[in-house]
C-alpha cells in the first residue's frame, strides 16, 4: 500500500502560481512512478502530468505545458506540481497518484491521494 497526501491548493488570482506537494508513505516512493490528475465540477478527471521513478520521464498535458512543472524528491518521498501563468479554467481539484509504470491514463493508477482544491479567481 501506498498513502498519499497532497498539500498546498488554495485560492489564487489569474496569473498566479501554487505549488502542490504529494507526500508519499507505505512503500519505497521511487518505486513509483507519480501522477497529477485533476477534476473539475461536472467534468471528468483528467491527467496533468506524470513522472518517471527516476524524474528522467515526465509527460504534460498539452493544456498545462509550458506553465506546469512536475518534479520529485525519492529521498522524501514527495512529488510536487509547480503551477505558474494560472489560468481560471485550472481550477479543479488535484489529486496525486502512484503506479509501477508512468502513463497517462488514471484509470491505470493504483493509488490515490485526498486531493487538494486550486481555485483560480479573475
Known amino acids: 500500500q501506498v498513502q498519499l497526501v497532497e498539500s498546498g491548493g488554495g485560492l489564487v488570482q489569474a496569473g498566479g502560481s501554487l505549488r502542490l506537494s504529494c507526500l508519499a508513505s507505505?512503500?519505497?516512493?521511487?518505486?513509483?512512478?507519480m501522477g497529477w490528475f485533476r477534476q473539475a465540477p461536472g467534468k471528468e478527471r483528467e491527467f496533468v502530468a506524470a513522472?518517471?521513478?527516476?524524474?528522467?520521464?515526465?509527460y504534460y498535458a498539452d493544456s498545462v505545458k509550458g506553465r506546469f512543472t512536475i518534479s520529485r524528491d525519492n529521498a522524501k518521498s514527495t512529488v510536487s506540481l509547480q503551477m505558474n501563468s494560472l489560468k481560471l479554467e485550472d481550477t479543479a481539484i488535484y489529486y496525486c497518484a502512484a503506479k509501477i509504470e508512468i502513463r497517462r491514463d488514471p484509470d491505470s493508477y493504483d493509488y490515490w491521494g485526498q486531493g487538494t482544491q486550486v481555485t483560480v479567481s479573475s
Open positions: 507505505g512503500r519505497t516512493f521511487s518505486a513509483y512512478a
Open positions: 513522472i518517471s521513478w527516476s524524474g528522467g520521464i515526465t
